[in-house]
């Protein structure tokens, strides 16, 4: 038998498929140097009592108290990092003007790197604080803050993407805020992925640069095609917008005479490395260009309920072969919790569904077969966002990395309304999804090293 670093044993709760969560009751979790998940063993396991009696005394052993549950930890496939210092304002006015007069100016000040600082370490502490062990970050156009995020990312554990933003058309971006032009904007978009290749190196839980066109109509078609080729030559992940609202949906129809999908394709940004966020306009021709390309949705359903004009259909999409995942997209959207997005996914859904304007009868008002339950919200969140990524991360089984929250449901200050001993365990699930607040997650774990550990 092999020498485990840690050992956990507890109830977790892991998606099987979009659909099924499995309850793995009273697991041992045997987790190896390296962070990942080597053994999962069930109580019936032959090999159960011996792992107890070897391990139960020792310092690497930890047991769930009653109350306690594992979960995965969240993956948020949509952060604008230097947002988080405008979170929950000017959500009242169009995303062209939300962009010019509120998020522009805000990201411009992140050349000062005091600045950027105080406001990502707040942030990463804050997602970690929220269940989410991996974040796939927009930076800001500068070279030296972005990659500041990465390696604050790197000190506190977190599992992060971070993309330096590329911005270089006059047209579209205000003078105070853009690449100089669009040489250096793909000079310093290398010399950034060199720079978080060489920090991932002593990274136990990975950093890695991302190639982030912000969306097309803020790059000239130069950039765009440089940053396809840089993502080729260094072999990186690619984020980006696509097909968001109705004015940046015909922005692009307008000036390639086609859609987002298309269009980034042609410049070699789709791929099985590559996350586009909201993507509400898709077509079913750019569902299947998706499909094809293993190219994933970052779903923000927050957000998109201000600034997309429509409501994505998660299940339509899901039926196609997408891969899609859940995204925050702070500072569109106010909360920097998956657990609220997950939630709002579940009521964005229903809505479609059903329709919204009490004018029109019960047969037109709604999109048939939209609906998505909170399970598969759950999926969103972990699952669907390891495979996005194509990373071994999302699910609690073998050969995935151990990275977990630990959710009490019986602290004084945020308890569950759990009242009977033997409550069906996947009510506890849809408990705990619904009413978990940051101050039930006690714990979080990335890699097999503990992030997070919450004491009052
Ligand atoms: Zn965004």
């Excluded at 948020?76 to 998020?103: E, F, K």
């Excluded at 899901?318 to 996914?345: C, M, W």
């Excluded at 959710?407 to 759990?418: E, G, Y």
Aim: hydrophobic share 40%; proline share 4%.
């Amino acid at each position: 038998m092999s020498e485990y670093t840690q050992i956990f044993r507890g109830t977790a709760f892991s998606s099987k498929s979009p659909k099924e969560v499995l309850v793995l009751k009273d697991y041992l979790f045997c987790i190896n140097a390296d962070g990942m998940i080597e053994k999962a063993v069930a109580p019936e396991h032959v090999d159960y009592q011996s792992l107890l009696n070897r391990y139960q005394e020792k310092e690497n052993f930890h047991q769930l108290a009653d109350g306690q549950y594992f979960l995965p930890g969240f993956i948020d496939l949509h952060v604008h990092a230097p947002q988080w210092a405008q979170s929950g304002t000017a959500l009242d006015i169009p995303l062209y003007d939300w962009l010019n007069t509120y998020t522009f100016p805000i990201e411009s000040k992140f050349s000062d790197l005091d600045f950027a600082k105080e406001v990502y370490e707040d942030l990463v502490n804050t997602l970690l604080a929220n269940g989410t062990t991996t974040s796939l970050y927009f930076a800001t156009v500068h070279k030296e803050a972005s990659l500041l995020l990465a390696e604050i990312c790197a000190e506190k554990g977190q599992r992060g993407l971070v993309g330096k933003v590329v911005m270089d058309d006059p047209e579209q971006t205000p003078e105070f805020y853009r690449d100089a032009n669009t040489q250096t904007a793909l000079a310093d978009t290398e010399e950034f992925i060199i720079a978080v290749k060489e920090l991932a190196k002593s990274t136990k839980q990975g950093v890695y640069p991302v190639v982030t066109p912000r969306f097309i109509p803020s790059c000239t078609d130069g950039a765009l095609k440089g940053l396809g080729e840089l993502a080729a030559k260094y072999d990186t992940h690619i984020q980006s917008h696509c097909s968001e609202s109705d004015w940046a949906h015909s922005y692009v129809q307008e000036r390639f005479n086609k859609n987002d999908a298309f269009a980034l394709n042609d410049f070699g940004l789709l791929g099985d490395k590559a996350v586009m966020a909201h993507c509400n306009f898709l077509n079913d021709e750019d569902a299947q260009l998706f499909a094809e390309t293993g190219t994933a949705i970052g779903h923000c359903p927050i957000s998109n309920a201000y600034f997309a004009n429509s409501v994505l259909p998660v299940a339509h999409l899901h039926e196609k072969g997408v891969d899609i995942g859940l995204g925050t997209d702070v500072s569109g959207g106010f909360s920097p919790s998956l657990y609220d997005n997950a939630r709002q996914t579940v009521m964005s859904s229903r809505m479609l569904e059903d329709g919204v304007d009490p004018n029109l009868s019960a047969d037109k008002r709604g999109l048939p077969n939209s609906r998505v339950t909170i399970n598969e919200a759950f999926y969103l969140a972990t699952s669907g966002g390891g495979e996005s990524l194509s990373l071994p991360i999302g699910r609690l089984q073998e050969n995935y990395t151990w990275d977990v929250q630990i959710i009490d449901t019986k602290i004084p200050s945020a308890k569950l309304p759990i009242f009977d001993a033997n409550e069906d365990l996947s009510d506890i699930f849809q408990k705990i999804m619904y009413l978990v607040r940051p101050e039930n997650i006690r714990e979080v774990w990335v890699q097999g090293n503990k992030v997070h550990n919450r004491i009052n």
